[in-house]
């Protein structure tokens, strides 16, 4: 298994929504219900917003054998 940490780049997004939308609907199904992860994870996302958003962080993703596994976004120093 081969670990790889890197920054994000713009053609990433579509993967950063669809491993949100997953985390959110699969990870989550026990804790939340149907309704709020649609509200928190709306199964079709909206590309758009979500680029709008990326711009004001730096993302990095976490890739396991050259497969998506996770990333995690800051904002400012000490907001992850």
Do not use: N
Not at 54 to 74: C, H, K, N, Q, R
Request: hydrophobic letters at 45%; glycine letters at 4%; charged letters at 25%.
């Amino acid at each position: 298994m081969t670990l790889s940490i890197r920054r994000t780049i713009e053609p990433d997004v579509p993967v950063l929504m669809a491993l949100f939308t997953r985390a959110v609907h699969e990870l989550a199904a026990d804790s939340y219900t149907l309704a709020q992860r649609e509200a928190w994870a709306p199964k079709v996302p909206d590309i758009g917003s979500w680029r709008t958003r990326l711009d004001e962080l730096t993302t990095y993703l976490a890739e396991v054998d050259s497969e998506p596994a996770g990333f995690l976004s800051i904002r400012a120093p000490g907001c992850l």
